[in-house]
């Protein structure tokens, strides 16, 4: 099986495991996301060679290394798919450049517009004709990393973090923060 990666900002946040455990996503959704599993992603890979792999490690280690932290305020609900039984329930961050640009930095020329969501829960219960509430969340992330994810899809977490890439400099220049999870 070969193995597949993304890039993504992690997301540990007890305020928004809160609000989704509030929303009882259990009724609508098949499946549903636990809050270690909380990412926002900011490009998927898919299946990479060793080369490949390396590459992007020495990529993110750069894009990493001239970013500084920042915040994300989550204000709004994303639904994706169909009106009556969206596909992906998931919140959005309030428009912040400094995201954006990090987007750009990673992919700079995506295949399709970046939307950027944490997703809560996929896969809508056909047997359900009510939607969950329209409550919104009150939660802002501190960003301060990406983190390069592995794909499990069988085991939980199925996202499990191969590299993590703190943001910025030491005093003395060195890149910072740099933690490979595979070794």
Do not use: C
């Not at 590299?163 to 595979?182: A, L, P, S």
């Amino acid at each position: 099986m070969q193995k597949h990666f993304f890039i993504a900002i992690p997301v540990a946040d007890e305020t928004l495991a809160r609000f989704a455990s509030s929303l009882k996503l259990e009724r609508y959704y098949k499946t549903i996301y636990e809050p270690n599993e909380y990412h926002l992603t900011l490009h998927f890979l898919g299946s990479l060679t060793d080369d490949e792999l390396r590459s992007w490690r020495h990529q993110l280690t750069e894009i990493a290394q001239m970013t500084s932290a920042f915040t994300l305020k989550l204000d709004h609900l994303e639904r994706f798919g169909l009106a009556e039984r969206p596909r992906v329930f998931a919140v959005g961050p309030a428009y912040e450049e400094k995201l954006f640009q990090l987007a750009r930095q990673i992919d700079p020329n995506p295949a399709k517009p970046f939307v950027p969501h944490i997703t809560l829960a996929k896969k809508w219960n056909q047997e359900v004709s009510l939607h969950p509430p329209e409550q919104t969340p009150a939660a802002s992330l501190h960003v301060k990393e990406i983190v390069l994810y592995q794909i499990f899809p069988d085991n939980q977490p199925r996202y499990q973090a191969d590299t993590r890439f703190q943001f910025g400099k030491n005093e003395r220049g060195d890149m910072i923060g740099i933690i490979d999870e595979t070794l």
